[in-house]
């Protein structure tokens, strides 16, 4: 345990010195909450563990042999793609082993006409219609939990309009309220006076960082199946919005948003099945193995997007530098992607993805629904196709 530990803090301390500067937000731990036990039950996780250990001991579909370092990027097309496997988190795996790297050769098509059909295609694999009820059913997803800061909410509710237009019935459960940069104690506490008496408030620098609960209830071919999709705003490195001071007689101390997140509320409300993050959370030593964590990656900046008055806080070279922490970060998540038995999965390159798609960005760092919607659509192919 003290060796595993030990890496973990080479692993953060890396993580760390590229992240500080750049990509706003990070998780900070003095120790694992859990006791062994995980929230859906004893019986449920070695259920899930044995699942997880036969999906992971399968053979994955081979990458084509044209898949090498340095290649030229070339995507086929047509009927060209007729002999590529479909895009799964183990196929994905085998290449970041061999490529160390996010995959970055790919291509828009069905672009014609108002682009209603149009889809983000890659060179190595097919990205394959999936069923969404069916699918969370079939990989026991119940709670699923989205981190960050505004473009982690409108990814969010990308999740939530993609359920809809799947079929399911949404309804909001709780939500922190309206924009606003004050966090909510009264819904962070749960119900706990003494932990809403607990609480030191700070503004957030975000205004639509707003903590929000759907429960979605879909229709599957042996009855109906709810899942619910959660948000959390994480906004910003070391969160300082919500903590908990040191010495409380009842309530553990959190330092950041984040600590308090993982070591209190979760555990209070149940911990989700999967959690979508924007890399690098080193939230790693609180989560049960049986939590699947997603990494997404940063997509392109497009600084003629930003207004005048924005423009003189702009660095020269900040969209190449994007790319380039992007794939620092990679390399330093590289033996977690690669061993299964983290139960983390990758991405595409959403910087690649992202780079022709400058109608779609309004202001620089968000894009529009249709944007967040192609990223909830890939995401989900790959989930649901494993």
């Known amino acids: 345990m003290c060796i595993l530990q030990q890496k973990f803090l080479v692993f953060v301390s890396l993580v760390l010195l590229t992240l500080v500067a750049v990509l706003g937000f990070t998780f900070s731990f003095k120790g694992s909450f859990f006791d062994g036990r995980p929230f859906w039950g004893l019986d449920m996780s070695e259920r899930s563990n044995n699942e997880n250990n036969n999906v992971d001991s399968s053979q994955p579909p081979n990458l084509p042999d044209f898949v090498k370092p340095n290649r030229k990027c070339k995507v086929p097309f047509g009927s060209d793609r007729a002999h590529l496997p479909p895009c799964t988190h183990s196929l994905l795996r085998s290449y970041y082993s061999k490529m160390a790297s996010y995959p970055e050769c790919g291509a828009w098509v069905e672009t014609a006409g108002y682009g209603y059909s149009q889809r983000y295609i890659l060179d190595f694999c097919e990205f394959k219609p999936y069923n969404l009820p069916e699918c969370s059913l079939r990989n026991g997803l119940h709670h699923i939990l989205f981190a960050g800061d505004s473009v982690g909410w409108r990814t969010y509710l990308s999740m939530v309009n993609t359920s809809i237009w799947a079929g399911s019935n949404c309804h909001l459960v709780k939500s922190e309220g309206t924009k606003s940069r004050t966090p909510s104690t009264e819904y962070f506490s749960v119900g706990h006076r003494s932990l809403n008496n607990s609480f030191v408030v700070v503004d957030r620098s975000c205004l639509w960082c707003r903590a929000n609960v759907y429960d979605c209830e879909m229709r599957t071919e042996s009855g109906y199946h709810t899942v619910r999709l959660e948000f959390a705003p994480a906004y910003k490195f070391r969160d300082p919005s919500l903590t908990i001071s040191p010495g409380n007689p009842k309530w553990s101390s959190a330092e950041t948003f984040q600590e308090f997140l993982f070591s209190t ?36 900046k497009f600084p003629s997007k930003l207004l005048p008055k924005d423009r003189v806080h702009l660095n020269d070279g900040d969209h190449s530098k994007v790319y380039r922490i992007a794939s620092q970060l990679t390399k330093v998540l590289e033996p977690y992607l690669q061993n299964s038995s983290y139960n983390m999965y990758g991405f595409v390159s959403l910087f690649n993805m992202s780079a022709t798609k400058e109608d779609w960005n309004e202001d620089s760092i968000h894009f529009n629904y249709l944007w967040y919607a192609h990223v909830i659509r890939t995401l989900l192919s790959i989930l649901c196709a494993g």
């Open 265 to 300: 509320y979760l555990p209070m409300v149940g911990m989700p099945d999967a959690i979508v993050l924007p890399f690098p959370l080193n939230h790693e030593e609180a989560m049960h193995r049986t939590t699947q964590i997603h990494w997404l990656p940063t997509a392109s």
